[in-house]
């Protein structure tokens, strides 16, 4: 024999730590204060995982010696897990499952390793198995052992919910080549205010949708708004939710009263902070603070590129040690005057056929600052949001003309030609 107890003396002991608890709420009242309760709680909740780990494992044996569907009751295995596990007709059979089928593939042999060292959760584990599943085909190659270990890192240490967040990261660092930007934009076709529900109550419910750009912008312009307001040293007693719905209400209040104005500020402070191989040869992501508060998103190239063409920037270029090389001050690109005075030239959007009026534009880099493009009205033309993103999206150049008939921008709506632009402006430049 080589030590490892039986089926039947495992039952006994399980059967033992058992009736060790049974009765457990009548003899804690004889615990002295500080008596070591939350010790006892701590290893209560050891044992929990354990178990939950313990009955994924029968129910991945019983599913490989077919125990669950031969005989007279044959079941499916759901059913036999509730049937034998009674505590899960609740909830949670199915998932109890569908762990146990993920852990007999060999993609997921660090995952059940993590559950049976009682370090990550069964319900944890299932989030994890689910976004591995999803981003599998989504990584580049050799990637996948660094992505499972970021995953179950996230999952212990802020639980389901956390897993599902890293996503946005790992892509960044270990998807295929522009994986991040493509997902990024096809969020933004989902992106939708609807219309006003009522009831006649007074009261209107709206539902809105917003992608990672989106959320960034608004939680930033939130944040200061919908902070707790004491009043003359009295608690602030407004709940989280109606904080945030008056602040929204102010930010639509602001933006109808400045009309037709340029704002004093930069439309977003943007703190970018990346080594210097990224900045030198362009960036697969970036954690990003928008408004001076830090949002915790991470947004991909492109989109940092175009909030770049109307941002204060503070650039935060580390070495390959991760020390400070070089912290910049935050820098307007296009000042008030530079803006009124494309307002002039341009009168609204410069992308063909659009009419959207001038103070509903944004001031574009020709040349992007991220490849160090001039802050001049040469290299200055103003898009409409939808239009902005469009020319970041397929890489569209334009030119500023001049001629009889006056000044103009001018687009080449061939997809990719601002790469060729970068690559004539390359040849160009003397070695």
Known sequence: MDGTPGLEERRRGIAAARAALTGIAGSLW????????????????????????????????????????????ALTVTQWVRHHAPCTRAGGAGQVVEVAVAFAKPVNVVVKDAVEAGRLPVRSAAVVVAEADRLRPLLAPGAEP????????????????????????????????GQLQCEQ???????????????????????????????????????????????EGERDLRGSDQRRGEALVSLVKRAVEAGQAVGPNAKTQLVVTMDWESLASGVRGAGVTLGGSDTGTMLAPE????????????????????????????????????????????????????????????????????????????????LCERHHTIVHQRRLAGNVVRDAVGERVEWDLRRGGYDQLLARRAAQEPA
Request: one cysteine or more; glycine letters at 12%.
């Open 303 to 382: 989109t940092v590129r175009r909030l770049a063409c109307n941002a204060s920037v503070l650039p935060v270029v580390l070495g390959s040690a991760g020390e400070v090389l070089d912290q910049g001050r935050a820098v307007r690109f296009f000042t008030t005057a530079q803006t009124r005075r494309l307002w002039l030239r341009d009168g609204g959007c410069t992308y063909p056929g659009c009419s959207m009026p001038p103070h509903w534009a944004d001031a574009h880099h020709l040349v992007h600052w991220a490849d160090f493009g001039r802050s001049d009205l040469d290299n200055a033309a103003l």
């Open 146 to 177: 660094h992505v499972l270990e970021g995953l179950i890192d996230m999952a212990v240490a802020h639980g389901p919910r956390g897993c599902r967040m890293v996503r946005p990261a790992l892509l960044a660092r270990y998807g295929r080549e």
């Open 30 to 73: 004889e615990a002295p204060s500080g008596g070591g309760l939350g010790e006892l709680l701590g290893e209560v909740d050891a044992l929990v995982a354990s178990c939950e780990a313990a009955r994924v494992a029968i129910v991945g044996e019983a599913i490989e010696r077919g125990d669950t569907c031969d005989g007279p009751q």
């Open 185 to 231: 934009d096809a969020a933004r076709r989902f992106v939708a205010l609807s219309q006003p529900m009522e009831d006649g109550t007074g009261i209107a419910e709206y539902r809105l949708v917003l992608d990672m750009e989106g959320k960034a912008v608004l939680e930033a312009a939130l944040g200061p708004l919908s902070a707790p307001k004491p009043v």
